[in-house]
Each structure stands twice: as C-alpha cells, then as structure tokens.
C-alpha cells in the first residue's frame, strides 16, 4: 500500500491549508485512518483519527477545534483541514492506518510562520 501526502507549505500564523491523503490500497475503506505529525526533535504524534466509514472522529487536544479530518472512500482519499494554523503545528505530517500502520510514505511539510 503506498500512501501521498500533499498541500503543505508555507503559512502565517491564522492560516488555513488542506492536506490530502491518497492511498493505493485496496483496504483503505475498511481501515480507520489517521493524520500524524513530526517535528523537529520529537517524536511522531497521531493528531486525529476517522473511522473507517467517517462516520466518528477524534482529535489531539492541541488541534481540537482548528482541525477537520474527513475522507472520501470512493476516491480512496483522505483529508485534513487545518485552520488557524499556529507556529507549533509545524511539523512534517503524515498519513496511515491507525491499527497496524503499514509503510509510512514522505509526508507534506507545513511550515506556520509567526
């Protein structure tokens, strides 16, 4: 399975982006998802998670209220809406399967600029 993370990028604080998650798998409709993120120095922390139908999700305390996951199943696409992006949120993010995450893939970066 191999998952695409894009739509990072350079942002002032306040600002919004959308990343997107596409995977090459098969089973992406069956599995619940997750958006993680790295930053510099840190280890890798899952940010929000959407069940396999998309019918719940759950956010980290630090992007609750600012962030929006979503997925479309029949695109085998999955999506982060991040607004009022803060300098913290920098980070290397990545997409996977929060049961047994597979192979990780490059990630997007997001750089919140003060």
């Known amino acids: 399975v191999q998952l695409v993370e894009s739509g990072g990028g350079l942002v002032q604080a306040g600002g919004s982006l959308r990343l997107s998650c596409a995977s090459s798998?098969?089973?992406?409709?069956?599995?619940?998802m997750g958006w993680y993120r790295q930053a510099p120095g840190k280890q890798r922390e899952l940010v929000a998670v959407?069940?396999?139908?998309?019918?719940?999700?759950n956010y980290a305390d630090s992007v609750k209220g600012r962030f929006t996951i979503f997925r479309d199943n029949s695109k085998n696409t999955m999506y982060l809406q991040m607004n009022n992006l803060k300098p913290g949120d920098t980070a290397v993010y990545y997409c996977?399967?929060?049961?047994?995450?597979?192979?990780w893939g490059q990630g997007t970066q997001v750089t919140v600029s003060s």
């Open positions: 959407i069940t396999s139908g998309g019918e719940d999700t």
């Open positions: 996977n399967a929060v049961l047994g995450p597979g192979d």
């Open positions: 798998g098969s089973t992406f409709s069956i599995n619940a």
